[in-house]
Each structure stands twice: as structure tokens, then as C-alpha cells.
């Protein structure tokens, strides 16, 4: 079974930056489904207030029914970091495993 990485890009308004990572800290720590193996987040090196997000699933079928799991408070903070994030900056990619 392949595994299924999906990655979210955006940048943060430098102003912003305090409360995000007050967001982030509360996802990671309520975030937990079947199937979802890790979420980091990584600020990107030499860009000031540019983050990566990334999930990785042990399936595709896991990453699919990843919507359908989660709770009302997981819902609020990602849709308050969406908010927090630079308009039209946000970049979504996801991968599966080749081998």
C-alpha cells in the first residue's frame, strides 16, 4: 500500500506569526486519525513567515477519509490559519508513493 503526502504552502502575515504558531501547536497536539502516520509543520529556511504543512497518510484510502474524521475543533483552527495566511498564497500538493 503507498503512502499519500499532502502538503499546504502559504505564507503568514509577519504580525500574524505569534497567534499561528499558537494555532499550530493546538492542531498538532488534536490531531489524530487512522491512517494519518505524522503532520509536521517546517518554517521554509531563508523565508521569513513561509510555512509547509505536512501530512502523511498511510494510504491513499486514508488520506480520502480524512475529511469525514475530524472534529468541530480541528475544523475552527484550520479554518483560523487559512484566515491567518497571506491571501492567494496557499499552495496544496499531494504525492504518492512511487515505490
Excluded: H
Amino acid at each position: 500500500m503507498s503512502k499519500t503526502l499532502f502538503i499546504i504552502n502559504y505564507e503568514i502575515e509577519p504580525e500574524k506569526k505569534e497567534d499561528y504558531l499558537r494555532t499550530i501547536r493546538e492542531l498538532k497536539s488534536l490531531l489524530k486519525a487512522e491512517g494519518l502516520e505524522s503532520y509536521d509543520v517546517y518554517e521554509v529556511k531563508g523565508k521569513s513567515n513561509q510555512f509547509q504543512e505536512q501530512y502523511t497518510f498511510s494510504s491513499n484510502e486514508a488520506f480520502e477519509n480524512f475529511d469525514d474524521n475530524t472534529d468541530e475543533r480541528i475544523n475552527i483552527l484550520i479554518n483560523k490559519i487559512n484566515d491567518l495566511a497571506v491571501k492567494n498564497s496557499t499552495k496544496y500538493s499531494t504525492l504518492t508513493e512511487a515505490l
